[in-house]
């Protein structure tokens, strides 16, 4: 393992990190997504060497390294908003790690022209970097952590400050990085659809505390919390008692609508339905109501609209705008009724 | 300084006022340099820690803007008089602060170095803090990173702060009359220009006076005005 973070525990003014363990291993791009506030920041600047835990270890390769400065740890960190290191040109501020370490000139031009190349960003050496667009900080931002050849690259937010059309060329580059310079990321966002292009592995953070840990498969389709899904695009969690069927279980919810679900499991729990699961006027043996569309927004790829069931409201994504106050009968497929306990919320 | 016009180059040609400028410059460029050297890393501290008795300390800088200075002056005294404080300690070594060109720049350093922390202070907290964690990261030490990465950001401001606390230190009058009524500079007694104007009122009335008040208005307002159009060309 090359790093790990073992019981990590963390106050800073009122907020907690609460005994972290992350496990980090090669050629890993783990992606630690959490909502707002919920301590991702922290947690990446803690790895970084910016706080000091107030109990737990972070191991790297073995050695203890808590209370390591951030220039003995050999991991570079790069935030959300551009650190530019003015007036120094893009040259510079790339090259600026080798010089910190006293690389001499000629090996220092040599890599920066190196990783430049590669990046892509060559012929901006000599701009000042106020003057870059966003795609383009972020690729001098990595060129100057990745000249160091850190253990570990933290990127804080990388995507979030860049436009739409330049995303897809900066995940590809990201998504590169553990295969092609031999260095595992670890990325934290709130966007989950980030999340699941890049990441190989998934930790989810909440309220300080690492909630869940898998693979993106399970974490998208299989959540086994109840933030967990409701961040990765479950919008509707209704609360209920399951009891088991034959063919997985029979959720009755607080309002009286019976939904069923393949998955086994008895007790409180939450349904979680994502909406494009939601189908209009399909036949299903289970899962049919009617109800009223109340709300209709735009989307990239149609219309969601809120429908109203025995007062638990639906979310559907449809292709055709419907009119609010139609009566619409919808249905879902068993295997999209996700099932959570309510336990651990 | 109309009113002095007419006399400025009279002014200007007296002997003890000259030494008196000479004293006052010395004396605030001396307080300038310690207020850069001792409140930058001051600055730099309350920008960016946070640790106990914080509100002590950022109370205590910001004495000279609270209280009259008459009585920092009085502080001063009993710090370092012959009889008070480490005055005895001092003397015993040789070293004099009251009436001496070391209690003036004590004394205007204490007051006058509350603006150059200050300024510096507001310089280190615009800059955002990752820009820093960023360079640690890279490698770079705390050193490197602050004469590398911050220091090229805040000298102006540093230089700012500096020609504030130079300017602050020439205008002090009133822990002067305490400390350093006269100090004693190329082997005479001499006032510092604020004293020597204060004194000359006291003694000659405004008529007397209003030459070398305008004699000394001139000289700062040139200093300032050369050093703000060094400061925008560089």
Known sequence: MLLQLLNVNLTLGTFRLKSVTLNID?????????????????????????????????????????????????IAYVSQIFSSFDPMNVQGNIEFGLRARGVPKPERIQTVNEVARDLGIEH?????????????????????????????????EPLSMIDPETKGSIIRLLKAIPEKYKIPVVHVTHEWDETYALASLIAVIHQGKIIEIGDPEQIFNEPRNY???????????????????????????????????????????????????????????????????????????????IININSAEFTALVGSKPTIGDMVTITIPEDSVHVVPTTGI | MALGARGINSALTTGSFLASVEATFIIATAAAILSVLVGTPFAYLLARSDFKFKE?????????????????????????????GLGPFLQGIGINIIDTMIGAIIAVTYLSATYSIR????????????????????????????????????????ANGAILTWARAVAEVGALLIVAYYVYFNGNY?????????????????????????????????????????????
């Open chain 1, 26 to 74: 090669q050629k890993e791009y783990l992606i630690i997504i959490g909502p707002t506030a919920s301590g991702k920041t922290t947690l990446l600047k803690t790895i970084a060497g910016a706080y000091k835990p107030s109990s737990g270890k972070i191991l790297m390769d073995g050695s203890d390294i808590t209370k390591a400065r951030p220039e003995e740890r050999n």
């Open chain 1, 124 to 156: 901006l050496l000599d701009r000042v970097p106020a003057t870059l667009s966003g795609g383009e900080q972020q690729r001098v931002s990595l060129a100057r952590a990745l000249v160091t050849s850190p253990k570990i690259l933290l990127l804080d």
């Open chain 1, 227 to 305: 933030h967990t899904a409701k961040l990765v695009g479950f919008y509707d969690m209704h609360k209920g008692i399951a009891t088991p069927t034959n063919s997985g279980s029979a959720i009755t919810l607080e309002n009286g609508l019976e939904l069923r679900s393949h998955m086994k499991i008895s007790g409180p729990v939450y349904a979680c339905i994502r909406p494009e699961r939601v189908k209009l006027n399909t036949s299903n043996e289970f899962n049919k109501f009617e109800g009223r569309v109340v709300e209709v927004f735009r989307e990239r790829f149609g219309y969601r609209i």
């Open chain 2, 56 to 84: 002590v300390i950022d109370a205590i800088i910001d004495i000279p803007i609270m209280v009259p200075h008459v009585l920092v002056g009085i502080m001063i005294v009993l710090a370092f008089s012959s009889q008070y």
């Open chain 2, 119 to 158: 300024v510096t202070e507001s310089a280190i907290k615009m800059i955002n803090p990752d820009v820093e964690l960023t360079a640690r990261t890279l490698g770079s030490t705390p050193t490197f990173t602050f004469t590398h990465v911050i220091l090229p950001r805040i000298w102006k401001s540093i």
């Open chain 2, 190 to 234: 001499v006032y510092p220009a604020s004293i020597y104007i204060y004194v000359g009122y006291e003694g000659l009335g405004l008529a007397g006076i209003v030459n070398y008040s305008a004699a000394l208005l001139l000289i700062v307002l040139a200093t300032f005005i050369i050093y703000r159009f060094v400061l925008r060309h560089v």
